[in-house]
């Protein structure tokens, strides 16, 4: 390729669990960046929760693992003990970035919190994932997406179909928003570093990752908006979506209202004798709107979703069908752009792995590299550290590393 990566020569180390925080990390790696992974003689949580969603937790094939971590390199440290933060200081004096999703009373009590690191090593840009932010009464309480995201953060209720259950949550959903918003404070730490010298404190929240992309309604709610509502009255009869004689459901963005229903009209639906009625202009409509609803829910119950979409198409009106995973997985439009590759595991099995967002479509995709096995570069990352092979042994024996 003869091309430099983008984040050639930048090294993380990354004292991450689960989800939030190595999702960020893997799209440093992703990017050329040297990420070196630190666990528990246990290993990282995903290595083991896997079996929730049917995927295999063996070493050859760990999927949850996998798409959280391809791309590092892994070692073990034990760092409830002096030697092994003496550890994590030693490889961070030749990183640029230590990034962590542990919470602020651990970092505190083994000496990993920010002020500690900045007073020793100045120059580390300190990434920080947190649940519910740096302060308040909820900043030491334990946080998943499910909770800070979901929950807290609005976005469980707000996607609810009104006065029925709250929609299950899409496991790991904020988790990927988080880590992506961490990454891009990273970025802006490093530009600044390079102009510097100096590193910077970078913190991402789960709960104000779901405000920010929930900011729309939060503000709405000021002016009487408020979520969750009924697909029955949106905010105007052609925003919503739409059951299919065959049972698909279809999703219309219908932003342009008066521009767009006297084609809707003749072309979609055939019913020309709407034109010029009530619902005709969005000044109107919204004084109609779940009559105009039920009716439209006659129309589209009429015909299977193929031949509303090519009706749509041909009208020039944004619309999309309702996808599951499994439509996703079989989409030619995320494999024509590479949203979807192919990996193969250690054991040979061959299976679908999503890509990073971000695509630099210049350059050529970088080969897959598989996530670590458990300390699989222990050795070899201490030995570039300057441990002597004496050093590393006593280390074993006394259970620091694996």
Not at 91 to 109: C, G, H, Q, Y
Not at 133 to 160: I, Q
Not at 344 to 358: A, L, W
Request: with cysteine; net charge negative; glycine share 8%.
């Amino acid at each position: 390729m003869g091309k430099r990566k983008l984040l050639e020569g930048i090294r993380v180390i990354e004292y991450a669990n689960f989800v939030a925080g190595p999702i960020s990390g893997r799209v440093l790696a992703d990017w050329g960046a040297e990420v070196i992974k630190i666990e528990p003689a246990f290993g990282d949580m995903t290595r083991a929760v896997g079996m929730q969603w049917n995927f295999p937790t063996g070493e050859d094939e760990c999927p949850l693992f996998e798409m959280e971590n391809s791309g590092k390199k892994g070692i073990v440290v034990d760092t409830g003990t002096p030697e092994g933060v003496e550890i994590i200081y030693k490889l961070l004096e030749s990183a640029d970035i230590f990034l962590t999703n542990t919470r602020e009373k651990a970092l505190v009590k083994s000496g990993l919190d920010y002020e500690s690191v900045h007073k020793r090593l100045p120059h580390v840009i300190y990434a920080h994932l947190l649940g519910y932010g740096e302060k308040g009464p909820a900043k030491d309480n334990p946080a998943f997406d499910y909770t800070a995201y979901f929950a807290r953060g609005g976005v469980a209720a707000s996607l609810m179909e009104k006065d029925t259950s709250p929609c299950n949550s899409a496991a790991a959903l904020g988790d990927h928003y988080a880590g992506m918003n961490l990454t891009a404070g990273i970025l802006a730490a490093l530009y600044n570093k390079g102009q510097t010298g100096e590193g910077e404190k970078v913190t991402v929240s789960l709960f104000h990752t779901a405000v920010f992309g929930l900011g729309l309604y939060v503000n709405a709610a000021q002016y009487g908006y408020n979520m969750p509502i009924t697909r029955k009255n949106p905010p105007n009869p052609l925003n919503t979506t739409y059951k299919c004689s065959d049972g698909n459901w279809l999703q219309l963005a219908f932003f342009q209202y008066d521009k767009w229903f006297p084609g809707f009209c003749d072309i979609v639906i055939e019913r020309p004798d709407l034109k010029d009625s009530k619902y005709s202009t969005m000044k109107s409509v919204v004084n109609y709107i779940e009559e105009f609803v039920d009716m439209m829910e006659v129309e589209f119950a009429k015909r299977p979703i193929n031949e509303w979409c090519e009706r749509l198409q041909k009208a020039g009106i944004p619309f999309e069908k309702l996808q599951t995973p499994v439509d996703i997985a079989n989409d030619m439009q995320c494999w024509d752009n590479d949203f979807l590759i192919k990996i193969k595991y250690r054991n040979g099995n061959e299976r679908t792995m999503f890509t990073n967002p971000v695509q630099f479509p210049k350059r050529e995709r970088e080969e897959y590299k598989l996530s670590p096995l458990l300390g699989e570069h222990t050795v070899e990352v201490l030995k570039e550290a300057g441990y002597s092979d004496d050093e590393l042994n006593k280390l074993r024996e006394n259970k620091v590393i694996n």
